[in-house]
């Protein structure tokens, strides 16, 4: 069975390194043996998609921004989830007035999502969610009040800093928005990632008929193990012990 791997955590750099070491693999795996015709039809598309990714990578004016806005979206992302928890923990708390204050900032949080599902929504909408909250937060007196009490403070200070950073940059990034590319990276990604999906389920529809025998076993073994490594990339840059959350399972 082949283990995939969720492309959107991977920054475009390392998408680009994933790829090329998948591919690295699934020719080493073949290596005399002919690669069959749909295989290497897969094979190709994949490889033409990150050729192109590899030019949009090279030429884009951007690309520095790009890796500054991800770092600034994971952290907002944590403290979202951070600011979430706070308030699961003192909703529970024994002091009626701390659980009182955590159910009135919880029943406020519901009503854009929890910080789960906020972290979930496209960025731009990301940040005009935060800006709310925080808006209500700092502008209506009970909800003030509450958050003073937790203290949830220090997360609404972090959390308006890099929110007001993200956006910052992404002004600056679209800017930069390369138009004078082909083609943009969203649209490439997202053409790689249907060429991904494609030569796995190719990949994965030969180990089964030949129920794991060589060359599939090997291919199997070592495109997992490269999935591996950058799933557990992903997951230590999130703080997470565990890559679940990057890795989307088997195919």
Request: hydrophobic share 40%; with cysteine.
């Amino acid at each position: 069975m082949f283990t995939k791997i969720n492309l959107a955590k991977l920054r475009n750099a390392e998408l680009i390194e994933y790829l090329t070491q998948l591919l690295g693999t699934v020719d080493t795996g073949f290596g005399a043996t002919a690669m069959p015709a749909l295989v290497g039809q897969c094979r190709g598309r994949l490889a033409s998609a990150l050729t192109g990714l590899r030019e949009l990578h090279r030429l884009d004016p951007g690309s520095k921004l790009t890796a500054e806005l991800d770092d600034l979206d994971e952290r907002r992302d944590s403290l979202m989830a951070g600011l979430g928890m706070l308030c699961q923990a003192f909703a529970r708390h024994p002091d009626e007035a701390l659980q009182s204050a955590a159910k009135l900032l919880q029943r406020n949080l519901s009503l854009y999502g929890s910080g789960v599902t906020v972290s979930s929504q496209t960025r731009p909408a990301e940040t005009a969610t935060i800006d709310s909250i925080l808006a209500d937060w700092s502008d209506k007196r009970d909800l003030n009040a509450a958050a003073a009490a937790l203290p949830a403070s220090p997360y609404l200070r972090a959390l308006k800093t890099v929110n007001d950073s993200y956006r910052e940059k992404s002004v600056e990034r679209d800017a930069q928005d390369g138009s004078a590319l082909p083609t943009n990276m969203v649209a490439k990604r997202g053409e790689a990632g249907t060429a991904y999906t494609d030569l796995l389920t190719m990949l994965n529809s030969h180990y089964h008929v030949s129920e794991g025998t060589q060359p599939w076993g090997n291919i199997a073994a070592g495109m997992n193990a490269v999935t591996e490594r950058f799933a557990d990339m992903v997951a230590a840059r999130n703080g997470r012990s565990k890559a679940a959350k990057a890795r989307v399972g088997g195919l």
